[in-house]
């Protein structure tokens, strides 16, 4: 991997895309139809992309003019927002996804409106209305009594649970990636840690009885397919059996003490913590078990997996010589101050979070020095495991200038983050240091 950044795309104001051709533009960001001027016209896939957006259904939908930018974006001139997510960055909004700047993750638990969005398809509609009443959860497949639960027997039927618990996309730095990675270009917000309340997966699987023949689960969910084809799924992963009857996983219908958001999933999804946030599937509505490796989308070829090997940038690698990614590597952010600090002292206080997949953090430091030598943090215990880690150190500059604080962790295998990892044709995985810069005048 190469120091060197890739210029990411510019992203054009709302404003300026709709100026010159509103239908075009309706077509572009929401995906609704062209060849129409009549009001009413915005259904289907475009019509929960704009509710999306806005963050709630849109009752008076079909009174809507073509070409009209709903109020609740009218003043956004230079980038795309997403309602509630005020500060986070757009990669993409079809299907949406976004990021949150390293500054805003300080808490120990991540807010709602600061927890990055990782979407494959379009959030279903009653997600957006937060109508949870035709919910139903079914477990089937490899089981002796296939199960068929309201949010309800959730809630009623099982123990409930609540933990803190980090969420990571498995593409989270892929920006960094040179050549370029395809895929949304995460720079390093792709990572989350809110409270989540649920029953355990294991306590759901058991009351369904599972066969020996069980190795595999596979997520379903409610979503739409960006082509609005009903017969498309967007996504369906799972995990191994074992990923799914640990403690930890959870199917979740609480963040944070509120029912989920639409846009992570209500009414409930998955909570598969340590591994990629596309294992954590939302808007759930089956559970299958299977007696092989799930093969739904996004689970065959090369998504979710890297090489089996090093290999040099740009390769190409045969698609048998990749392997599935579980447990995600130890990582760091140095969330207390934002890149490009200017500093009138010599001293200054950092702090942030390390994790580290399926294992805990053993040990944190940081480096103003280009990493010839390293400072000791101060590494607090995961209030329970999955969750990240909060660290902290006073760190004194010897003169005045430029700096860069490196931050480190080291798991509790030994293991550290590079400065630098291996390339990878999919850009997952990168885990090396989270830098910022401090100049002390």
């Given at each position: 991997?190469?120091?060197?950044?890739?210029?990411?795309?510019?992203?054009?104001?709302?404003?300026?895309?709709?100026?010159?051709?509103?239908?075009?533009?309706?077509?572009?960001?929401?995906?609704?139809?062209?060849?129409?001027?009549?009001?009413?016209?915005?259904?289907?896939?475009?019509?929960?992309?704009?509710?999306?957006?806005?963050?709630?259904?849109?009752?008076?939908?079909?009174?809507?003019?073509?070409?009209?930018?709903?109020?609740?974006?009218?003043?956004?001139?230079?980038?795309?927002?997403?309602?509630?997510?005020?500060?986070?960055?757009?990669?993409?909004?079809?299907?949406?996804?976004?990021?949150?700047?390293?500054?805003?993750?300080?808490?120990?638990?991540?807010?709602?409106?600061?927890?990055?969005?990782?979407?494959?398809?379009?959030?279903?509609?009653?997600?957006?209305?937060?109508?949870?009443?035709?919910?139903?959860?079914?477990?089937?497949?490899?089981?002796?009594?296939?199960?068929?639960?309201?949010?309800?027997?959730?809630?009623?039927?099982?123990?409930?649970?609540?933990?803190?618990?980090?969420?990571?996309?498995?593409?989270?730095?892929?920006?960094?990636?040179?050549?370029?990675?395809?895929?949304?270009?995460?720079?390093?917000?792709?990572?989350?840690?809110?409270?989540?309340?649920?029953?355990?997966?294991?306590?759901?699987?058991?009351?369904?009885?599972?066969?020996?023949?069980?190795?595999?689960?596979?997520?379903?969910?409610?979503?739409?397919?960006?082509?609005?084809?009903?017969?498309?799924?967007?996504?369906?992963?799972?995990?191994?059996?074992?990923?799914?009857?640990?403690?930890?996983?959870?199917?979740?219908?609480?963040?944070?003490?509120?029912?989920?958001?639409?846009?992570?999933?209500?009414?409930?999804?998955?909570?598969?913590?340590?591994?990629?946030?596309?294992?954590?599937?939302?808007?759930?509505?089956?559970?299958?078990?299977?007696?092989?490796?799930?093969?739904?989308?996004?689970?065959?070829?090369?998504?979710?997996?890297?090489?089996?090997?090093?290999?040099?940038?740009?390769?190409?690698?045969?698609?048998?010589?990749?392997?599935?990614?579980?447990?995600?590597?130890?990582?760091?952010?140095?969330?207390?101050?934002?890149?490009?600090?200017?500093?009138?002292?010599?001293?200054?206080?950092?702090?942030?979070?390390?994790?580290?997949?399926?294992?805990?953090?053993?040990?944190?430091?940081?480096?103003?020095?280009?990493?010839?030598?390293?400072?000791?943090?101060?590494?607090?215990?995961?209030?329970?495991?999955?969750?990240?880690?909060?660290?902290?150190?006073?760190?004194?500059?010897?003169?005045?200038?430029?700096?860069?604080?490196?931050?480190?962790?080291?798991?509790?295998?030994?293991v550290s983050q590079p400065f630098a990892v291996n390339w990878n044709p999919?850009?997952?995985?990168?885990?090396?240091?989270?830098?910022?810069?401090?100049?002390?005048?």
């Amino acid at each position: 991997m190469s120091g060197k950044k890739t210029q990411r795309k510019s992203v054009r104001g709302l404003c300026e895309l709709y100026q010159n051709d509103p239908e075009r533009a309706d077509a572009v960001v929401f995906g609704r139809k062209t060849n129409s001027q009549r009001r009413g016209f915005l259904k289907g896939a475009g019509l929960a992309s704009m509710a999306a957006v806005v963050g709630a259904h849109i009752p008076f939908s079909d009174k809507m003019p073509a070409g009209l930018i709903p109020a609740a974006l009218a003043d956004d001139v230079e980038d795309f927002v997403i309602q509630g997510k005020e500060g986070l960055v757009v990669l993409n909004d079809r299907p949406i996804n976004a990021e949150t700047p390293p500054h805003l993750l300080d808490d120990d638990v991540t807010p709602n409106n600061r927890h990055f969005v990782r979407n494959n398809g379009i959030p279903p509609k009653s997600a957006l209305s937060m109508d949870a009443s035709d919910w139903a959860l079914t477990i089937d497949g490899e089981v002796h009594n296939p199960l068929v639960l309201t949010l309800d027997d959730l809630k009623t039927k099982f123990k409930p649970v609540k933990l803190k618990l980090q969420l990571e996309c498995g593409g989270n730095g892929r920006a960094a990636f040179n050549p370029p990675a395809r895929g949304n270009q995460w720079t390093l917000g792709a990572i989350g840690n809110a409270e989540w309340t649920g029953v355990r997966y294991r306590d759901v699987l058991e009351a369904a009885g599972l066969k020996e023949s069980a190795v595999y689960t596979a997520h379903y969910s409610s979503d739409t397919h960006l082509s609005g084809d009903p017969e498309k799924v967007p996504i369906s992963r799972g995990v191994p059996l074992e990923k799914a009857l640990d403690e930890h996983c959870l199917i979740a219908f609480e963040m944070n003490g509120e029912p989920i958001p639409a846009m992570h999933g209500f009414p409930a999804r998955t909570i598969c913590p340590g591994w990629p946030g596309s294992t954590s599937q939302k808007w759930l509505n089956r559970i299958q078990l299977r007696d092989q490796i799930h093969d739904g989308p996004k689970m065959t070829g090369k998504a979710y997996r890297v090489p089996k090997y090093p290999v040099a940038p740009g390769a190409k690698v045969p698609t048998d010589d990749f392997a599935i990614i579980e447990s995600m590597p130890v990582k760091s952010l140095i969330s207390s101050h934002k890149t490009g600090l200017s500093i009138s002292k010599s001293s200054l206080r950092v702090e942030g979070h390390a994790w580290a997949g399926d294992h805990a953090v053993a040990k944190m430091a940081v480096s103003i020095d280009f990493g010839a030598t390293w400072i000791s943090a101060d590494l607090a215990p995961p209030p329970n495991p999955f969750s990240w880690q909060r660290w902290g150190v006073n760190v004194s500059f010897p003169k005045a200038g430029y700096y860069e604080i490196w931050a480190k962790a080291t798991d509790v295998n030994g293991v550290s983050q590079p400065f630098a990892v291996n390339w990878n044709p999919k850009g997952y995985l990168n885990n090396s240091f989270h830098r910022i810069s401090v100049t002390v005048t």
